[in-house]
């Protein structure tokens, strides 16, 4: 095998791992991006002692539901992580 083409073998291999990780988190329902984006000051403020896909830093972001950040509500709401409905009882009860 010619150096070019060892390269290119192991771009390919890489590629195959990183769309196969890809595909199992998100059939395993991790969190998405946009929502790791929208949510990470709220994460760092009020959940980060947990892993940032346990089932703990969702209780956690749960239990601080009326401190979270329009943006993260957003994101978690678009994510279908949490519903419109649920989010406006939250807001009227305050």
């Known amino acids: 095998m010619t150096p070019i083409s060892t390269i290119l073998a192991a771009r390919a291999a890489l ?3 990183a769309l196969g990780t ?3 988190s998100s059939q395993a ?3 998405s991006l946009a929502v790791k984006m ?3 000051s709220d994460y760092y403020a009020h959940c980060s002692k947990h ?3 346990s089932p703990g830093v969702r209780q956690c972001m749960r ?3 009326r401190n979270l ?3 993260c509500i957003n994101a978690l709401v678009a ?3 949490v519903s419109k409905s649920v989010v406006e009882k939250k807001v009227a009860a305050k």
């Open 63 to 65: 239990s601080v539901g």
């Open 15 to 17: 590629a195959a791992v």
């Open 29 to 31: 329902g991790a969190t």
């Open 69 to 71: 950040s329009k943006g």
């Open 22 to 24: 890809l595909a199992a």
């Open 79 to 81: 994510a279908g992580e």
């Open 51 to 53: 892993s940032p896909d």
């Open 38 to 40: 929208a949510c990470a």
